[in-house]
């Protein structure tokens, strides 16, 4: 079982910056890719950036290519979302997600790819 806490959601007007922390649990954090999801209200899920375990290869999407940065600290078990130049339409809940094992290229888009997820936390954007 794999526990994925986030933390540092919040109220930002537009064009300001959060960063996001998902802490995970698990002796194998090193082995996972992580994903980073959100989901607006009447909306759904969809993928925002993704990291295979070695940190190599990232994924964005086209929505938030050059202002979003997803980091990883496999010593740390965590994963980071920093969020610059935000704009009202990035407003969700954003979620952490982890799959065990190895995931790359488009699949890493796609939610039921991932075997684990955090509760979400909220981020508010402004006009």
């Known amino acids: 079982q794999v526990q994925l806490v986030e933390s540092g959601g919040g109220l930002v007007q537009a064009g300001g910056s959060l960063g996001l922390s998902c802490a995970a649990s698990?002796?194998?954090?090193?082995?996972?890719?992580m994903g980073w999801f959100r989901q607006a209200p009447g909306k759904e899920r969809e993928f925002v950036t993704a990291?295979?375990?070695?940190?190599?290869?990232?994924y964005y999407a086209d929505s938030v290519k050059g202002r979003f940065t997803i980091s990883r600290d496999n010593a740390k078990n965590t994963v980071r979302l920093q969020m610059n130049s935000l704009k009202p339409e990035d407003t969700a809940v954003y979620y952490c997600?982890?799959?065990?094992?190895?995931?790359?290229?488009?699949?890493?888009?796609?939610?039921?790819?991932?075997?684990?997820w955090g509760q979400g936390t909220q981020v508010t954007v402004s006009s």
């Open positions: 698990g002796r194998t954090f090193s082995t996972y890719t």
């Open positions: 990291i295979r375990y070695s940190g190599g290869a990232i």
């Open positions: 997600a982890a799959r065990l094992f190895d995931l790359s290229g488009g699949r890493t888009r796609y939610p039921g790819e991932y075997d684990y």
